[in-house]
């Protein structure tokens, strides 16, 4: 069975400071990975998304995500974060049976002025 | 506007009065999927449509039906709701080839309370 892990429940950072935030994910065979951006009050955004090739995947919004199979990790990264970024964060990851997608538990991203 | 539509956005309910929530979608996309989001338990798949009178069971169907009669509709329904039916639930729908790589589209939400 497929699952994704997202360890941060909450982040907060400064405007204009870069941003990581933590995917890992279990998948027997090549997964397909992506991030969603949930801005209060709305539903989910597609940031970006992975299939196979280049590993470093950009995204809408300046965003991107890097691929690593060793450490079965999808982090998503921002050089420098804009108070709009203010939003909950969810990775997900898909290939399952009945091509299912399976979403993290999410990150809340606060940002300080 | 491709879009995926919500009614009521909104809804607080008594235990056991049975309710609906719509959705609906323009895209003219097969697959179409229902979630409910917790806090710290992300999004759960509650059921999903591939395609008009194909329907199947998510991670969390207790408590709930689904018809899909139509390709551009796809109703939740409680028939009996309960407090732990509580939530924020999202309609979702994409094209069918390729669910598990294609991007997911997603309505606005419904928060739902059931006191």
């Known amino acids: 069975a497929q699952s994704v892990t997202q360890p941060d429940i909450h982040i907060t950072v400064s405007e204009g400071a870069s941003l990581e935030l933590r995917c890992n994910y279990s998948?027997?065979?090549?997964?397909?990975l992506f991030w969603y951006v949930q801005s209060p009050g709305q539903g989910l955004q597609l940031l970006l998304k992975?299939?196979?090739?280049?590993?470093l995947v950009q995204g809408i919004k300046g965003f991107e995500a890097e691929f690593k199979r060793s450490q079965s990790s999808f982090n998503l990264r921002k050089p420098s974060v804009h108070w709009s970024d203010a939003a909950e964060y969810f990775c997900a990851v898909g290939g399952g049976g009945y091509q299912k997608v399976t979403f993290g538990t999410g990150t809340k991203l606060q940002v300080i002025p | 506007e491709a879009q995926v539509t919500q009614n009521p956005r909104y809804l607080i309910t008594v235990t056991g009065k049975k309710l609906t929530v719509t959705c609906s979608q323009n895209?003219?996309?097969?697959?179409m999927s229902w979630y409910r989001q917790d806090p710290g338990l992300g999004l759960r798949q509650i059921y999903y449509?591939?395609?008009?009178?194909?329907?199947d069971k998510g991670d969390v169907p207790e408590g709930y039906k689904v018809s899909r009669k139509e390709k551009r509709n796809f109703p939740l329904i409680l028939e009996s709701p309960s407090p732990n039916q509580t939530s924020l639930y999202f309609c979702a729908s994409s094209l069918l080839a390729g669910v598990s790589y294609n991007e997911q589209f997603f309505g606005p939400g419904t928060r739902l309370t059931v006191l």
């Open positions: 895209m003219n996309h097969e697959y």
């Open positions: 998948y027997g065979a090549t997964p397909y």
């Open positions: 449509s591939m395609n008009v009178e194909v329907t």
């Open positions: 992975y299939f196979s090739g280049d590993t």
